[in-house]
């Protein structure tokens, strides 16, 4: 598997993202247990929302297939994203 560090960009539109953020955290959360994100947040020191999720996956085809379904995405919350291979050379991620 191959690691990517997925920057979503948020659309700004606060009240809409606070009304559908609990089915996208559901939703990522699912992919947690599936073992596809490794850990997601937002960036706290950015102008604009932006987050920072980490995915292991085969390729960015997959990547993208499994972020599709996120309700954010779905509700035209996700103004860009970005996908680059990640590689880890330095500490390890996950157990």
């Known amino acids: 598997m191959t690691?990517?560090?997925v920057t979503y960009h948020y659309a700004d539109d606060p009240a809409r993202l606070d009304e559908h953020r609990p089915s996208h955290r559901e939703f990522l959360?699912?992919?947690q247990?599936?073992?596809?994100?490794?850990?997601?947040?937002?960036?706290?020191?950015?102008e604009g929302a932006r987050a920072l999720l980490l995915v292991e996956a085969a390729d960015v085809a997959a990547v993208e297939s499994a972020l599709e379904d996120d309700p954010f995405r779905?509700?035209?919350?996700?103004?860009?994203?970005?996908?680059?291979?990640?590689?880890v050379v330095i500490g390890s991620l996950g157990a």
């Open 33 to 46: 247990e599936r073992g596809t994100i490794i850990a997601s947040g937002p960036y706290s020191d950015t």
């Open 29 to 31: 959360g699912g992919l």
């Open 74 to 87: 779905r509700e035209g919350l996700i103004a860009e994203r970005e996908i680059h291979t990640w590689n």
């Open 3 to 5: 690691t990517f560090a």
